[in-house]
């Protein structure tokens, strides 16, 4: 395959889906490690719940540092390139924590060098499949590496679930650095170099124009508001439930890692049906209609309190609630790539994720603050660190309202 292959237009290209999607998973499978091992950090380093949300945040802090110039730079040059540069980056990050982190300020520096490599590799690895892809392909195959996003964040609290009894958590994240570094190898040596369309445009019209279209920037704070939802609620998913099981000890919540894999694999079907629900009743429409759900599903979740103490339907609404919250994911990202010009879409791209990812860094710091005010160890603290999430979502659902109507169709 080079620059000049051509993918039929009417037949899914499975293999080249499933090949991005892989890597992507591969390099998501130290992820979720922090946010799960956050008790364990809080008991060895001392650490409050502030702390404890900017250990948990400052991976997308690293994230919004670096991905304006990184998925900028996919415009002109091939993503593939940036992608192995970050992965390399990433898994370095990820065998550094595990060797050296013992305290406070060191895990927050390699997390944050961690965060740098996601920015590489996350929407990269998106642009470096859309682009070998043709149009008529592009939302679908969206949909799926987005989801894909889900599937190694869960497997990453799975990793530890599974193996976190067998050994010290710094080996853990040994391997979380060896998977990334297959991903290296499997992107290295099966995806064919590919310049991007428009690299060799002089003419620079792209971050002026990006930054006027109102389009781009209302689902830029659409998806930092999801980000803020999703990102707080997963950081602090673990830290909540171990709270619980240990104010009313009970079967749904004595393995917390176990339940949060669960909530963050459902993920992968509500992000694929949330595009196809957006293609079926309007992107817009079914963006405010999801995310008003969302809302009212997290501040249900704050009435809950201690989800142990309810059994479970309590349970249950916390997953469905968890479902709930990725069926805006897919259909903002395609919905932006899709209707933005090839030559831009790598500066749209990074627009969308810098601001974007700004929220999964507010997300868990706003709930560790919240917990701080009223209590890590009462059930108003954490109601509490739910409406901050509701907060977000809602924020997101406003930023929706920029959206420009299309123009009527003249008769």
Known sequence: MNDSTAYDSTVFPWRLVLLCCGAEILTMLG????????????????????????????????????????VSLTDRYDARRIYLLAATLAALALAGFGLFARSFVPGLLFWLFAGFGLAGTYMPGLRALTDRLPLAHQSRATAFYTASFGTGAGLSYLLLEGMGRLMPWPLLFGLAAVSVFAAVLLVAFALPPKRPEGADHRADAGWRSVLRDRRILAFCGAYCGHNWELFGFRSWLVAYLTWSHGQTPS??????????????????????????????????????????????LAMAMALVGDVGAHGLWAMGLLLVYAATMNLDSAAMTAGLLTETPADRRGKALALYACIGFAGGFIGPVAFGMALDRLGHDSSLGWSAGFLTLALGILLARLSLTLVPRPAPSPH
């Open 251 to 296: 079967a749904f919540t004595a393995a917390p890692g176990i339940v949060a894999a669960l909530a963050t694999f459902l993920a992968v079907p509500a992000s694929i049906l949330g595009n196809e629900g957006a293609h079926r009743w309007g992107r817009t429409t079914w963006l405010a209609r999801v995310m008003s759900l969302s809302a009212l």
């Open 31 to 70: 992820f979720s490690l922090v946010p799960t091992l956050l008790p364990v950090f809080t008991a060895e380093w001392g650490l409050s719940a502030t702390q404890g949300g900017w250990l948990g945040g400052v991976y997308f802090l690293g994230y919004i540092t670096a991905v304006p110039l990184l």
